[in-house]
């Protein structure tokens, strides 16, 4: 019967407290429990490798898909947008700001979009576009640096730094 990586580990903690009861002693049914053991690890540990291959490639598939279905829904959505500008621009043509035909009522409409020139702004201009509620200031650390500055320093307070083991396989 084929073990589970827990029921694996349940068996390491057999021996261990065997070898506990036996006070350290190795004996030989604890050595063959042990091979045994660590052949039933090495099995499940390439079973879960060969397994968490496929899954990658699987993700991996996955995101191509998604990439070509978003050059597709790109491509359709670029085709409306200049299905739509060659339509107002044959009413601009033809000097017919409405259209009206069994199936649809065609009109004109305009629409504005702002830009700010960002090579036109000073200080003073930033400054009171914040302070009237037009632009917000932006913080943004520079993680990089700061994982430079603190690698080999005592982190300060305001610095989390977490730990994670990872499975290196080769």
């Known amino acids: 019967m084929k073990k589970t990586l827990n029921d694996i580990l349940l068996n390491y903690q057999a021996i261990e407290v065997d070898l506990i009861e036996n006070n350290g002693e190795v004996t030989d049914d604890i050595e063959k429990t042990l091979q045994i053991n660590e052949s039933e690890l090495s099995d499940k540990m390439n079973g879960y490798e ?15 898909l998604e990439d070509h ?7 359709i959505d670029n085709s409306v947008g200049r299905l739509k500008e060659r339509m107002v621009h044959a009413m601009k043509i033809t000097g017919k700001n ?22 036109k702004l000073d200080n ?6 914040i ?40």
Do not use: M
């Not at 968490?52 to 996955?62: A, D, F, G, I």
């Not at 279905?69 to 491509?75: E, G, I, M, T, W």
């Open 50 to 64: 060969k397994f968490t291959r496929y899954l990658k490639h699987q993700s991996e598939y996955l995101k191509s």
């Open 69 to 75: 279905y978003n050059k597709r829904r790109k491509a």
């Open 98 to 119: 409405k259209i009206k035909t069994d199936e649809f009522n065609f009109s004109i409409g305009t629409s504005r979009r702002y830009k700010i020139d960002t090579e």
């Open 124 to 129: 003073i201009i930033q400054e009171s576009l």
């Open 131 to 170: 302070q009237d509620g037009l632009a917000e200031s932006v913080f943004k650390p520079n993680l990089s640096e700061i994982k430079s500055k603190y690698k080999e320093e005592e982190s300060p307070d305001w610095l989390n730094i977490e730990e994670n083991d990872f499975l290196r396989v080769s």
